[in-house]
């Protein structure tokens, strides 16, 4: 009987050591506030309406997962979450599948409002009092961007682009829109609302970043060939966003994702392939083609941010079977620690 109870209470120290170690990862909880941290779109599996959202709070490095749900007394984002944009007043999470944009007050996460009726939205920006949302629509029309109301959602109008519109980007009086489906980057004055230049760019263009002298740094993620292989001609795009002129054009040798990242000085831009993550220099004449972090663990890379110390946080989707984790690394590809969130992270938006 001694040995049992022994036993007994041993195993109940281990599941409770366990636990203790696995907190972090299984935090179902609110936090106190989302001032200081990073809100992480897990994008859930097409047709599973499993899209959720975690907070990781920088100061604690704890993260909270479900928290959209948790908040919205258990209501669900809904199928594929795309991205989460944040200005001063709201998070915007862009739901793919479920054709609308959920407005989070930026406080604590409750649902202000909800934007219904879009086609297949991917990315959010905004200017003043109105946002902008590119949107594919479908596989066989033409994409475009929805402009509305910040405060209210009520939509404004609609602006036709090219197909699969997909990365959005503000400089200035001009919006640019990437068209994933095409070749071409989209330029809108916002004072007419109206497409002024359309440019040639590459294989699927997707998502920009702003450089430390103010340009746009535009990633194409590369084409495939007559057999669906990779092409290898994926590359970076740098363009003056006053005169428009392509300035640079960085071929990267293999197919990327079209999803990248920029450190805090604007000098340094990060993209990735598979499980590798690389990093191209504004002041290098080309790549070096060694990966900054290459990692065992991952399945394979789904999304990438850089926090404002510059530490590299990738998702890893677990191909979509299982709950998604996160990668954390510091600037020199040191890592740091993984987490446990949702399924498919994809994104990651410093609040």
């Excluded at 941290?37 to 897990?42: H, K, P």
């Excluded at 299982?322 to 399924?343: A, I, L, Q």
Aim: hydrophobic letters at 35%; a negative charge; aromatic letters at 10%.
């Amino acid at each position: 009987m001694k040995t049992t109870i022994q036993y007994t209470n041993l195993l109940i120290l281990t599941v409770a050591i366990l636990w203790s170690c696995n907190e972090k990862e299984t935090e179902l909880l609110i936090p106190d506030d989302f001032e200081n941290g990073i809100l992480i779109s897990n994008e859930g599996s097409f047709g599973s309406g499993d899209a959720s959202l975690s907070y990781y709070d920088l100061e604690s490095q704890k993260v909270y997962n479900n928290v959209f749900s948790l908040v919205n007394d258990g209501k669900e984002i809904g199928d594929v979450m795309q991205s989460i944009y944040v200005n001063q007043d709201h998070a915007f999470l862009v739901v793919n599948n479920s054709n609308k944009v959920e407005a989070l007050n930026l406080a604590d996460m409750t649902i202000d409002f909800t934007i219904d009726n879009l086609k297949l939205p991917r990315y959010m920006t905004s200017s003043g009092d109105k946002g902008y949302v590119s949107e594919w629509v479908s596989f066989s029309d033409v994409g475009r961007v929805t402009v509305f109301d910040l405060q209210t959602g009520e939509i404004q109008k609609t602006i036709d682009t090219d197909y699969g519109a997909e990365g959005v980007l503000i400089s200035g009086n001009k919006l640019f829109v990437s068209n994933n489906f095409s070749t071409t980057l989209s330029v809108i004055d916002l004072n007419t609302e109206t497409i002024t230049k359309t440019i040639e760019v590459g294989s699927s263009p997707g998502e920009m970043k702003i450089d430390a002298d103010g340009d746009i740094w535009l990633v194409c993620g590369g084409g495939l060939d007559e057999q669906y292989n990779p092409v290898g001609d994926g590359k970076f795009i740098e363009i003056d966003p006053s005169s428009l002129e392509v300035l640079t054009v960085v071929d990267l040798g293999m197919n990327v994702s079209t999803k990248i990242a920029i450190d805090p000085t604007g000098e340094i831009l990060y993209y990735y392939a598979g499980a590798s993550v690389y990093k191209y220099g504004m002041d290098m004449t080309g790549t070096s083609g060694t990966s900054l972090i290459s990692e065992d663990d991952a399945t394979g890379f789904y999304g990438m941010g850089v926090d404002g110390a510059g530490n590299i946080y990738v998702g890893d989707s677990k191909g979509f079977v299982e709950s998604g984790e996160v990668f954390v690394y510091g600037s020199d590809g040191t890592f740091m620690e993984k987490f446990s969130v949702g399924r498919g992270p994809n994104g990651f938006v410093l609040n």
